[in-house]
Nanobody, 125 residues
Framework: QVQLVESGGGLVQTGGSLRLSCAAS????????MGWFRQAPGKEREFVAAISRYGGSTYYADSVKGRFTISTDNNKNTVYLQMNTLRPEDTAVYYC??????????????????WGQGTQVTVSS
């Protein structure tokens, strides 16, 4: 049984930084495409970033490109999302995902995808 536990969310001012962590158990993350999604109030869940198996390639939504960085630490079986230059529109619940289908520029959840419980990120103006 896979378990994903996110941490690192919080309240930050515009222009600030946060680093989200997603610790996995029950699966070896290097064998899967991993990613982050977010959902703001009243909006649908949207793709943020993904990293391929063994970390060879990364993918980002246009809205976060150049500001966010996804990475993994295989020794800790953890995936990270470094978020810099945060904006109020980045406010959302952020979810970690394991086992995505990677397309040209995005990661797509499937019936196999496992999700974390989410961590709240709030950016004040």
């Amino acid at each position: 049984q896979v378990q994903l536990v996110e941490s690192g969310g919080g309240l930050v001012q515009t222009g600030g930084s946060l680093r989200l962590s997603c610790a996995a158990s029950g699966r070896t993350i290097s064998r899967y495409a991993m990613g982050w999604f977010r959902q703001a109030p009243g909006k649908e869940r949207e793709f943020v970033a993904a990293i391929s198996r063994y970390g060879g390639s990364t993918y980002y939504a246009d809205s976060v490109k150049g500001r966010f960085t996804i990475s993994t630490d295989n020794n800790k079986n953890t995936v990270y999302l470094q978020m810099n230059t945060l904006r109020p529109e980045d406010t959302a619940v952020y979810y970690c995902a394991l086992d995505l289908d990677l397309r040209t520029t995005t990661g797509v959840p499937t019936s196999r995808t496992a999700w974390g419980q989410g961590t709240q990120v709030t950016v004040s103006s």
